[in-house]
């Protein structure tokens, strides 16, 4: 599902189209948008507050054999939400399953190879700090 959350809609309908997913797909909650509260904590751990409101977007959805998607994510893209939920589905028909791992392999790629990039160029202005014992003046 992370992989589903991080790809962009024509990867998802990319990767149904290679599975062949023409199963009618029935609406169990259609997509629909909504605000959640984002919450913070100081420092990492310390009290936790509401930091601000995040648009989400759901959907849930069943397949003929009675297999059920869901996908949440950040944004307002229906069609995504909806995409997502129906590669979820299809993940749970264990005969399909290694099916859309390999169809999602393309965004697993992308997404290493998009990390990797930022990795290097945070690396490329990292500052090594140091101190050295100062004698007595």
């Not at 307002?76 to 939400?81: G, N, S, W």
């Not at 979820?88 to 399909?96: I, T």
């Amino acid at each position: 599902m992370a992989l589903c959350g991080e790809a962009r809609p024509e990867e998802l309908r990319q990767a149904l189209m290679q599975l062949g997913a023409t199963d009618a797909v029935e609406d169990l909650r259609p997509p629909e948008t909504g605000l959640v509260m984002t919450r913070g904590r100081i420092g990492g751990d310390g009290r936790p507050f509401n930091l601000g409101e995040a648009t989400v977007t759901r959907a849930a959805v069943r397949l003929p054999g009675g297999e059920t998607g869901f996908a949440y994510h950040l944004g307002r893209d229906r069609a995504k939400a909806r995409l997502a939920a129906t590669l979820d589905a299809l993940w749970q028909v264990p005969e399909r399953r290694a099916a859309v791992e390999v169809a999602l392999a393309p965004v697993a790629a992308r997404r290493a190879e998009e990390r990797s990039a930022e990795t290097r160029r945070i690396a490329a202005t990292r500052v090594n700090f140091f101190t050295m014992a100062r004698g007595e003046d």
